[in-house]
T-cell receptor
Framework: DAGVTQSPTHLIKTRGQQVTLRCSPKSGHDTVSWYQQALGQGPQFIFQYYEEEERQRGNFPDRFSGHQFPNYSSELNVNALLLGDSALYLC??????????????FGSGTRLTVV | AQRVTQPEKLLSVFKGAPVELKCNYSYSGSPELFWYVQYSRQRLQLLLRHISRESIKGFTADLNKGETSFHLKKPFAQEEDSAMYYCALAHGAGGFKTIFGAGTRLFVKA
């Protein structure tokens, strides 16, 4: 089991561009959560997907959107990139109803640099 | 608003000394609390969860609802404990949203 896989590992984009990050959850997990981690900060919750719907959302603008596919994999899309969007983006998977018992399994992240 | 506070960015102790990483939370309901750890060049991983009242790698954490704290403790630190530690709070009906503190870097000196 490869655990949570994220792609790409690194990405450089220009201000104003759009980016798509991808995540495959751990086998057996059905819920995907996305986090933004700026340098020196803890992970900040963006949103969570379950049954192909956004179930919870953090304080992020509408430029941040996502999708979950029938196989539970997920994408994070960011439009109109700003310099401040430069960060490590983490994907975390879990089993619905079991987060209290088992927490999250994290991917290694995608490092996004906006220039 | 829900919040997790880790007051120390850096904690440095000698090998064999006791360790306490502080975590305070703000939440009006009954939270689920966790500690996550990130060792050098590794991904973030779950260390322990309050619901199981377990001890992992010698670490324990007790939920104190009166003080709204969930401090992580180990009686004798080891060099391999050097890592970044994050306290996290999960809440929400219909789907858990987990928020993280800013993290504490633990450095265990030989």
């Amino acid at each position: 089991d490869a655990g949570v896989t994220q792609s790409p590992t690194h990405l450089i984009k220009t201000r104003g561009q759009q980016v798509t990050l991808r995540c495959s959850p751990k086998s057996g997990h059905d819920t995907v959560s996305w986090y933004q981690q700026a340098l020196g900060q803890g992970p900040q919750f963006i949103f969570q997907y379950y049954e192909e719907e956004e179930r919870q959302r953090g304080n992020f603008p509408d430029r941040f959107s996502g999708h979950q596919f029938p196989n539970y994999s997920s994408e994070l899309n960011v439009n109109a990139l700003l310099l401040g969007d430069s960060a490590l983006y983490l994907c975390a998977s879990s089993l619905a109803g079991r987060q209290a018992n088992y927490g999250y399994t994290f991917g290694s992240g995608t490092r996004l640099t906006v220039v | 608003a829900q919040r997790v506070t880790q007051p120390e960015k850096l904690l440095s102790v000698f090998k064999g000394a006791p360790v306490e990483l502080k975590c305070n939370y703000s939440y009006s309901g009954s939270p689920e609390l966790f500690w996550y750890v990130q060792y050098s060049r590794q991904r973030l991983q779950l260390l322990l969860r309050h619901i199981s009242r377990e001890s992992i790698k010698g670490f324990t954490a007790d939920l104190n609802k009166g003080e709204t704290s969930f401090h992580l403790k180990k009686p004798f630190a080891q060099e391999e404990d050097s890592a970044m530690y994050y306290c996290a709070l999960a809440h929400g009906a219909g789907g858990f949203k987990t928020i993280f503190g800013a993290g504490t870097r633990l450095f265990v000196k030989a």
